[in-house]
């Protein structure tokens, strides 16, 4: 039974908890948030747990295993550095940390004290993504060509980071995840329309070895989620569009007797060379999945599908994308 | 009552020449093809007209005062050049010659002889681009931003031009339509993966003069259309998708008062801020209306909405867009 | 080759006159309206046809083969008949006839003298519907159970017809296509909103031989078309939405394997058990599919697949639920 | 503060319980099932709360206010009836009891000891069923002409009630509670495909004074879930698509310049004559309010949205569909 110390009880936290308690393998949980009322409100909605405002308090608790840090981007680093010195694993929110040199160091920690360190890439324990990985792996697509990459949000602007820092951890961790490599190649082009120095939209093309190339856009500026990805192979295409209820991975087959159109009206009603299949996905939520990759690995030794490696990949993309896009940000004037 | 000559009986052709025929501005056609079989075939389906295998019968004929020319790319500025030297006004298939040379010499050509030049940029004559245009002026949308567009296809491999000449007539002509006015900045990613040095699948960034942005994802290697276009502004955003049967046009309002969403059903089912509105579109043939605004304006002289100047504007952004991509091409090794 | 009379020239008239005009088989057409301006609209659309404005001329003229016959509900009866007697093979828009007498005597008048009767439920030369009689025919569905169909349309209001004459006929022409029987039993119920006297809204039960039941909703009353059939069977389900533009039908399969959902947020996720698929549908154009089979059964004899027979039943069917319709009517008061 | 037993942990009891739990309005929380393990299951995950595996405990204890039954069926009304009569309020999950007998019985007892029965009618508390309502009371889509509601669900049989009592609690709730009526006719017309005796789809017809019609079609054969309600006014008409993520309600407003298709493609493409509005919906969770709704009015003597009346007029309109359902199943031989 693994024991948990959860930092940060903001948007993230309180589901993670909710996630652990309701995880056989957690023997005990304190919640932690240096704000009081915030870590009573909380924890009245999870009566059982113990509760302190000091993580110094989690990191100095023999009875405590490991630490998930939910906490801002900026105290990731410190906190699981402390934490991982003090011989606890932790599991990290993403992105994993606020620079390639602290995810390094992070990774490096890890690895010879032989903890487990792991980044909350969440969409890498989804229902959608995973069967995605399963269906590329098998090589029904054939080989993969380009993929496409759609995520703008619902306004909810963040002040101190760019869009790339708060939304490209989704969209590189899942390419290299499908992938199983990093890109060579990263550039971006963006504006800062909201605040000056804030970029809110980025436009980022990717290289990766033996040729695959992709191509994603993110913004916050939107007031509807738009969240497709589409990946295109040599043989079939498949179509990620995480905003439909029930029809979220769709994979068109080729088929080459295309008809010329002859008509205005046949024009525009052929869409399509070949049958669309919509594969039922498993229905469990992504947190109890990714809390359970967790503990199993605290538990095993063995390493979680979104380790701190991964999360180093991610962290060292997200610095490239960021430095090229304030590089050529697009001025109005 | 205009007379007009159709050369080139490919796809396009025979469409123009219903439009044309089912105009009342239109007194007499005559079609030209080179392929006999090709000229018999498409004059059994129009049996009242004149046919000649030779497009310089059409050149030399007095009782013609304007030409159609639906051929390949290539051979646009030598026929378009020939027809305005004998005073015919010309209508040219997109896109409307193969350089910007040949593109600038049309327009002045036309200008100094006061005969319409037209360029087949269909989709200025489409309700659901006329109606964009219409909403974007209102200010309905505020500032615009950013706009994004996706154009794959369904596998008709071009062998001799890449697939920026190919497809991004159609993004670049209605952006420029929409914006009025051309970028100060485009650069281009991409690869090819079908034929070595004919790009079949590219990214496309857009600077525009007062801060506007955009990013065009283009390709022919997909088994099912997707075209999409966002245009996000600061008030409102809109989405087109032309695959869509019914609710081509989607305009998303914004509203501040979102709520943080706080278990995982809920996070997922809130997917935007405000009402979406679908209005309803016109629904004549986007070709009708184009060859409506040629007759006309052979007849008036005034500068059809898809001018040769517009042509000319297409025409230098994908030339600038090609040598891009064609510097950046992303290699399998 | 056969050569063909059309009579009238409203909506369907020109259509096929447009599919006649294509098709290799038609050797002669032509063309009939009483009103001369409309014969003359219509018939410089086609300019190589011969025309009249009087029924009579193609009946008596020798050199027709074949009379099709797209004018109103109520001259069906009089012009199919008196054409037979002149030993023509006739088409007959639908309703095949405005009683069931009458669509009797029109088969036994085509039997006994070896002629070809043809009803124009155009729904069954329709790839969609066509695709969906041989799933059902090939056993993927199981042992069919139940069907619903929806047809509500454009606010489209008839004078002198109820809604179950003018709508009811594509949907008992598919049902009892794709069945291959006829209802023991029907009923229906429904209102007169708009004229007294004319139901614009009809809820019909069906029961067939065998246990397969159905139900149809139609109405005329709607802003909006919906046009949705739903064929549930012992082992799969088939959804065909004649509104959709790429996925007109989609095929659900069962899985046993349900899992209790646990919150709302999943309670509302989880919408079905199984793979979806989409077939590929053909692309051609229904009218053409039903032009040729009229014009092949011609000349060789042959059934057509839309025979006078089926006409008959669709009648019978369309009587029985006019008079329950008229039975049932709701009152306001 | 009201202090609450909750009777029955099946599916719905530990849904009540998590959203009483979370309201301010509620002192004191004791659960209750007659199977220990279920308790301990449960009640693990609320850990603050009292249990008990007797019901009557909770009738007998002077602490409980009010009681929240979510057992089956035909415990209903002994359940109910028990506590009113021990002057408890009470809650009882749809449907409200199993004969308009005892329906009439527990609200005539309610009414006449001033105690709130209410009836667990969750969709009256949901957001795309108060934004209906809200748009028919406002007037907007005009008089009410028709209704349709299609119900078919994910093939979870039921063993001893027809899917009428099953699933038309959920329609006819919605439907009286929309028009602010009772039917004055109902019949309805089915089969029993899986076992004998128990109807599982089922097509139901209803007139209400005032000339309103609506037909419901319902089943539990399917292996998707349909869930869509047509409402058409003489103005407009809304669709209610539960199914759908972001779009559940649309509205089509009426426009007359229908222009009559020429082409078999625009004849496809014209769908509707107006603009679609897609109303932002609140995004609550219908048991929370439905929990606040029935706190407040054990609070106040409010009586509740679905009051005990309101679940009487769905019980008797039940007997009358099922009774007539019974009379009409359709045999397969």
Redesign the interface.
């Known amino acids: 039974m693994v024991r948990v110390g959860v930092i940060g009880l903001g948007?993230w936290g309180?589901?993670l908890v909710r996630n652990l308690a309701?995880n056989g393998r957690c023997g005990r949980i304190v919640i932690c948030d240096r704000n009081p009322a915030r870590l009573e409100l909380i924890g009245g909605?999870f009566?059982?747990l113990d509760r302190t405002t000091c993580c110094q308090d989690l990191i100095n608790d023999p009875e405590i295993d490991a630490l998930v840090i939910a906490t801002e981007v900026l105290s990731h680093y410190p906190l699981a550095k402390t934490a991982l010195l003090a011989g606890k694993h932790v599991f990290v929110e993403k992105p994993f940390a606020s620079s390639v040199a602290e995810a390094e160091e992070l990774v490096e920690l890890g690895g010879r004290s032989g903890l487990v360190t792991m980044v909350g890439h969440t969409f890498l324990y989804s229902p959608p993504v995973l069967k995605t990985k399963e269906i590329i792996d098998s090589g029904e697509l054939g080989d993969i060509?380009?993929l496409?990459s759609?995520r703008?949000n619902?306004?909810?602007h963040q002040k101190d980071v760019s869009v790339v820092w708060d939304l490209a951890p989704h969209d590189f961790s899942m390419l290299f995840y499908w992938l199983g490599r990093e890109p060579d190649?990263i550039?971006a082009?963006?504006?800062d329309?909201v605040l000056e120095g804030i970029p809110d939209?980025a436009?980022i093309?990717l290289?990766f070895p033996?040729?695959v190339?992709a191509?994603v856009?993110l913004?916050w500026?939107?007031?509807?989620?738009?969240r497709k990805t589409?990946i295109?192979g040599?043989r079939?295409?498949l179509?990620y569009d995480d905003?439909?209820?029930?029809?979220k991975i769709k994979i068109?087959?080729?088929?080459v007797d295309?008809?010329?159109?002859?008509?205005?009206?046949?024009?525009?009603?052929?869409?399509?060379?070949?049958?669309?299949?919509?594969?039922?996905l498993d229905?469990f939520?992504p947190?109890a999945a990714e809390m359970e990759d967790f503990l199993r690995c605290v538990e095993t030794g063995d390493t979680p599908r979104s380790s701190g490696y991964g999360g180093l990949a991610v962290v060292k993309a997200l610095e490239k994308a960021d430095r090229s896009l304030s590089e050529s940000i697009?001025?109005?004037?």
């Open positions: 948007y309180p589901n309701a909605r009566p059982g060509q380009f496409t759609t703008v619902l306004g909810l190649f550039r082009f963006g504006s329309f939209v436009f093309d290289g033996g040729g190339i191509n856009q913004s500026l939107s007031p509807s989620k738009l589409v295109v040599s079939k295409m179509v905003t439909e209820p029930d029809e068109y087959d080729k088929r295309v008809i010329e159109p002859m008509t205005f009206g046949e024009y525009q009603l052929s869409y399509r060379s070949g049958d669309i299949l919509s594969p039922k229905s939520e947190l697009w001025r109005r004037d």
